[in-house]
């Protein structure tokens, strides 16, 4: 699997960009900001985007989306519990300081469970909210890859002090979603390094007596 990560715009979110070699399908995660890098990185690969999936709905990570959809028409996937957040995105952009972003309109509810395939590859949606009521993380069993949005970082968590965050919830996503998995799946967190479920498990300092 074709796998490519993009640190896009001013607060640098982890645009990834995973595409099957045999199908040329592509799926888009979290394009915040600088889309025609993100297509240079389609064409560089041959690779045609067949869905758009938002972690969840702040700026730094839905910001891009409409432009990116325009240019592939791919449909874009969301959870929905992240719809009134998605309406603030005129609210966030003014807190940051930045224009406000092309509104997108969601096509597809992400749920938990949902189950989207890039080429043979099977992707399973985790609700993990807390970051936000929406959050997901996105599950690769067969690369044993963990798309984490905001959720889980390299020795840190997301931020539960902006409107639909909660500090109870997000640590109980964590301990019941994401710290299941294999200790040795590749964790892509929404900002930042790469690490792994077992690194985190040991070291991360949020998550010591969970
Ligand atoms: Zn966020």
């Known amino acids: 699997m074709i796998h490519e990560i993009l640190p896009v715009g001013m607060l640098q979110c982890n645009c990834s960009v995973f595409g099957d070699e045999q199908s040329r399908e592509a ?49 874009v996937y969301m959870n929905l519990n992240d719809a009134d957040l998605q309406k603030m995105l005129p609210d966030q952009a003014r807190w940051l300081g930045m224009p406000t972003p092309e509104a997108v309109q969601i096509d597809v509810a992400a749920n938990d469970g949902d189950r989207l395939m890039v080429g043979v590859t099977e992707i399973a949606v985790l609700h993990t909210p807390g970051h936000t009521q929406g959050s997901i ?74």
């Not at 999936?53 to 702040?58: E, L, Q, S």
């Not at 500090?167 to 109980?172: C, E, H, K, V, W």
């Open 137 to 210: 993380s996105l599950w690769m069993p067969s690369e044993k890859k963990l798309v984490a949005g905001d959720t889980l970082f390299r020795d840190s968590i997301g931020r539960t002090d902006l409107p639909g965050g909660n500090g109870r919830q997000i640590l109980r996503s964590i301990h019941e979603k994401l710290m299941p998995l294999p200790e040795d799946t590749v964790v892509i967190p929404g900002h930042g390094e790469n690490t792994s479920i077992g690194r985190e498990k040991q070291f991360n300092y949020f998550l010591q007596g969970l």
């Open 27 to 75: 799926l888009v995660v979290d394009p915040g900001d600088e889309i025609e890098s993100v297509l240079d990185i389609l064409r560089k690969h041959g690779l045609t985007a067949k869905a758009i999936v938002i972690t969840h709905a702040h700026i730094d990570h839905i910001g891009g989306a409409q432009k990116l959809k325009q240019a592939t028409g791919a449909p």
